[in-house]
């Protein structure tokens, strides 16, 4: 793949998989919930096991493939080039804060 954010992608959904794995060994190996007896006990145990499984995948392969794609650096706002800044009010700057605090006060009415 030549395409690095496919590449990303791709890691991290493998990445998913063997935590969800970990997961799945986990719930069978602690048997939460009866959950192990239960599925072993069933006319045929392959079905929950494969529901359980892809469940976990969609959910954890989602949660590592989501934090990956967060993580990415924005190179426009590294540079400074651009961009609205947002809470100084400056167009085109970082919105890093830059001042001391200040309290300011507040006059509260009762409602009557």
């Not at 970990?22 to 190996?29: E, K, N």
């Not at 006319?43 to 934090?67: C, H, Q």
Request: hydrophobic residues 45%.
């Amino acid at each position: 793949m030549r395409d690095p954010l496919l590449r990303l992608l791709f890691l991290n959904g493998l990445t998913g998989l063997v935590i969800s794995g970990v997961v799945l060994a986990g719930l069978f190996a602690t048997n939460v919930g009866q959950l192990r007896y239960l599925i072993l006990k069933a006319e045929d145990p392959v079905l929950p096991i494969v529901m359980l499984a892809m469940g976990l995948f969609v959910t954890l392969g989602s949660v590592v493939m989501g934090t990956a794609i967060m993580m990415l650096r924005d190179d426009d706002r590294a540079k400074g080039s651009g961009g609205r800044g947002r809470g100084n009010g400056k167009p085109g700057r970082d919105a890093r804060f830059s001042g001391d605090l200040q309290p300011i006060r507040v006059e509260v009415r009762s409602r009557q």
